[in-house]
Structures are given as structure tokens and as C-alpha cells.
């Protein structure tokens, strides 16, 4: 492995001198494996029948019901409303931000 910054540098582009391992034995690039992307026909959540409240199936909040998300990170759900999700999603994320901050 490089021991100074300078080896370190011109290992990073692509160096081969003797002494320096070949970067691609290390870290091979080539198999890395993209990031794992919802199936497109799977839902992201379920609605509470009465339509006020949904599950997430996603997430790092995965399991847990918007209506107790919103209590101790109302962010995540102001993220939520202004992303690309499903705008059934987006509409009771709303509607939980607004039990908690009612618009005035």
C-alpha cells in the first residue's frame, strides 16, 4: 500500500510503479454492484383504511407509521412531500405534518 501522500496520489491515478500494488487486484471497480432499486410494480407503503395514515416499507423508517415518524423527525416528512414518491404518498405525509403544524 502507498505510505505517503504523494504515493497515495499517484496510486489513486492510476500509477503503476513498481512498489505500488495494482489498484484493481484492491479494490476492483468493474464488480461493484449498483444500488438495489425498488421493484417498480411493489408498493412503498400501505394506507390506513381510513386513509390518514401509511406504513413505510422503505427506508430508515421502514415499519413505522407516518403518524409516528412525524413526532420525532417532521423533516424527514417535509423531505418526503417535496421528493419524487407516489403523490398518494406524498398527500398523507401532508396531512400528518399538518395534525402536527397547522397551517395558518
Not at 7 to 33: A, F, H
Not at 40 to 57: F, H, I
Not at 73 to 93: N, Q, T
Not at 95 to 103: D, S
Amino acid at each position: 500500500m502507498p505510505t505517503t501522500l504523494k504515493d497515495l496520489r499517484r496510486w489513486l491515478q492510476g500509477d503503476t510503479t513498481p512498489g505500488l500494488p495494482d489498484r484493481r487486484r484492491i479494490w476492483p471497480l468493474n464488480r461493484l454492484k449498483p444500488r438495489a432499486k425498488p421493484h417498480p410494480g411493489r408498493k412503498q407503503y400501505k394506507v390506513s383504511t381510513d386513509g390518514q395514515d401509511a406504513l413505510l416499507l422503505f427506508g430508515k423508517y421502514k415499519g413505522e407509521l407516518l403518524r409516528d415518524v412525524v413526532e420525532h423527525d417532521p423533516a424527514y416528512l417535509r423531505w418526503l412531500v417535496g421528493s419524487d414518491f407516489p403523490e398518494e404518498l406524498r398527500d398523507i405525509a401532508q396531512v400528518q405534518l399538518n395534525i402536527l403544524e397547522p397551517p395558518f
